[in-house]
């Protein structure tokens, strides 16, 4: 808040310096005055104003509303001290103030040496109020939209609409506050707004219904609802009047308020007024009449009540000045005459008494309490008292007294909660648990994170469910919530408020070993500090000391206490864990990867944290969690950035670019590796490290592979393989192997692949690997089988089954399994091809690994008959493929795919399947499906226009010739021989039927030669 004092240089011109002085004087008294009413702290006198923080550098509940009243009271005050001015000092002018108050985080800090300390508060939040004040008319309070939403019904206000500010890039709302409504706390707006259905609490209000009962009947009973901040007391109370509303009762209120401790007697004046019917704006005159009238009723004595009625209701001459007597025994008669009141009243009609918040309670009116209490059991009167946990009663045990604690809702009460206020019973599961988890069934929490959810538009509606839209990261706790935690941490002793910030850093939960390391606290001092925060509920404690852990009560204390640390200081706290958890942990530092990774990462140690996200990154992989490693490695990128772009940070960089080739295949987002590798290619390059440069190829070969780009595959992959050898690198010569065969085994070079195989063994023996090991062999099964030779093309694949058994790789058993398969469908064995497949599905750890594994099954269903499910499952994998960019799985998967609709008589499917698969073939030299397609294609229009199957036919006998694929050409050969047949040319048809035959039967490949038989048998004789 900035106040400002309007026409001081004209005041002094005509009053003459010293007098000015004189009155600015007074004019600072009322300020600091007006201030501290509401425990603000008046941190710098400006010249002719002053600047005050409220909930700085001590946090309070209500900062923002306690701001507000301070600067009406200083309006008020200040109009009363020019008003007796002018009346001294004819020719003055008014004396007015100007506020400004804008809300938001201020840093606070002692500056100054140690001759001047003064607290400085700096920074966005406090220009804007500085801005405001200047705005502001003379006599009146500005307020920025920020701090109008925090207090919005609790004041008039009168909206100025939007203005443009110095330093600011968008226009900034601004309102009036013109006065206090008659509404005091957070309950009363919301209750103004619109209540959430009640939900839950029917035991408690019963048992406070029960009590009225046994109250009307004669015999007083009191309860104490207690609960943390916002679980529902007020609410309760709210419902239980609601319930009581059509009975023949008295039902008074009074209430103590955030702002309120210092003021003597403030819930009993509350009480008094209502009963009363005292009205704010009534006079003194007024009061007196309707208090007397009010005691005549309850047959009250007057002459021992009134003046201490008048007294509280601070009526001018109460008459209390005329009584001689000591304070204490002034207070004594307060107390008498307020249980008289209350007793009369009882007589007439049941009275129930409701004090809110005694958390807040003064010192007086606590003891009047505790009296009245004393007082009731025979009397028809109900007292309800309502409290947080913190608070104490000195009142004792009493028979007729219960203590009512609420606890915080269930989840399934939480999520009725929620339903309502989102008006769909339609949420998505995680946004649920995200409001479980955040709100833990404190009803306040829900009513305002779901408010700022959709303020922020982090939630949204579609179709009548609603979504998370944002990263859940961006979401902060909203200021109403912070303020009641923060006021609960500040007002701990200054070392455990210190402690508690400290290890709030640590996490929601951890153990008594690593706060012993983190504080240079000796033992005792450190476990009394605990012992205060697990008696103020902030923790529980869980295990038996010293092997105790300790757990934040409610995880948004946490992120409160954790977020009121400043940078500077959280990145020390940080460091400083990563430094216990290296200590505590020295032999098993694996698995503290993760969390050293993540303190070290909010350090200023940046080093250290790219050294774990690495070491994280790599264990994830291990594990198999591409996700997490993708994190990880994408952390550890950024952080890098922002490193020296040393010699040794540019290895570190390149060494984690290339081991996330398999997590970026596995998450099927190989378009976004190859553009992280193209992009620090040059740097690769220049690092003059050939093992590493041989492996960085080896990744980027990879992605040609993928895209179909063979030609550039097997250059780049040949470099790597080289390259890698020639620095003793065998792993990475060994991935390259891999890609390298199987380039050279899509574009047909099959004898390439098996002598390829060969130097990998070699590679291999040097230093074994099980991927690559199972990758080669496969690639080596696969050129087997297209070379028809199945039995050497079933060893190969066993052998590799074998190793990725024998090390359990669930991934890799299932890639020999869908290699399996494919073979045994070539082979024309479907009953195993399909067994194959399945055990390929069923091992599949990932995506990637499953969409593989169902292309092979699907196309086995297809062939062996399950013509519709194998379809099915066939069309669902393509738009798998197709996002990920795996052009060389997509290939075979659009031939399978165009064999299986063949079979079903699909022919146009058949056919567009078909030739986009040919056109994608034959364009990245995919030499086997380019002859697969035209065969197919060959077969589909043989039937209806047999010229037309003529060159399909011939230039994929061409191709299989030409690779060797003797299987693929035996088969091409029996359709072309079909044709000839068709077309009644029966010599050529014999022979081509003859050679099929030939192949077929060479080869043992089953079911075909008795095929071909049956054609042959039915050739006319030449
Ligand atoms: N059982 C409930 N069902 C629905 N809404 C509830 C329930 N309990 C509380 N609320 C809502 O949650 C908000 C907070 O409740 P309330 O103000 O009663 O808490 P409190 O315990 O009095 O908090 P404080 O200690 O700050 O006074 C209110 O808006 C209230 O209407
Ligand atoms: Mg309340």
Redesign the pocket.
Known sequence: MFCDMEGFTPLSEMLGIEEAYAIIDRVYEILIHKVHDYEGTVNEMTGDGIMALFGAPVALEDAPQRAIRSSLAIHREMAKFSDQLRQEKKDVPPIKMRVGIHTGPVVVGTVGNDLRVEFKAVGDTVNLASRMEGQAQPGTTYITEDTFKLTEGLFRFEGLGQRVIKGKQAPVSIYRAIAPSTMR???DV?AERG???????ERELELLLDGLERSKAGRGQAFSIT??????????LYEFRKAVASEDVTFLEGRCLSYSRGVAYHPLIDILKANFDIQEGDGDLEIREKAKRGLKMLGADEASTLPYLLELLAVKDSGIDKIPMCPEAKKNRIMEAFKQIALKGSEIRPLILAYE?LHWIDKSSEEILKYVLGSIPGARVLLIF?Y?SEFVHTWGAKSYHSQVM?NR?SNR?SLI?VSHLLGTEELDKDLEEFILEKTEGV??F??ELIRSLKDLKIIERENNRYRITKDIKEVTIPATVQD?IMARVDSLPEGTKGLLQTISAVGREFGYDIIKRLTDLAEQELLSHLSVLKDSELLYERGIYPQSTYVFKHALTQEVAYNSLLLKRRKEIHAQIGGVIEALYPDRPEEYYELLAYHYGRSASTDKAVQYLDLANQKSIKLNAMEEAKTYFEEAMALLDTLPETEENRQRRISLLVRQGEAFMQLLKILEYYDLLSRYEPMARVLGNPELLGAFYGRLGQCHFIFGHYDQAIETLTKAVELCQGAGNAEDAGHAYVYLSWSHSDRGDYHQVLALKEDFLQTMEQSFNLHSYTWVLSAASRVYACLGRWDEAVEEAQKALTAAEEFSDNSLISLVAWNMSIVHTWKGDLARAVEWGELAVEKAPTPADKALAQRSLGWAWCRSGELKRGIELLTAVLPIFRAGQFINSEIPLMCFLGEGHLLAAEDEKARQMLEEGLEMAERCGFRYYAGFAQRLLGESVLKTNPTQATPLFEKSIAIFQEIKAENQLAMAYTGYGRLHKKQGEIAPAREYLTKALEIFERLATPIEPNKVRKVLAKLPEA
């Not at 209540?195 to 609490?201: H, I, K, Q, Y």
Request: proline residues 6%; glycine residues 10%.
């Open positions: 706390t957070r309950f919301s209540l959430t259905p009640f939900a839950g609490r609960s943390e901040a916002g679980v529902g007391k007020s609410r309760l918040d309502t947080r609420l809702l009460e909660m009803p306040f829900i009513e009641v």
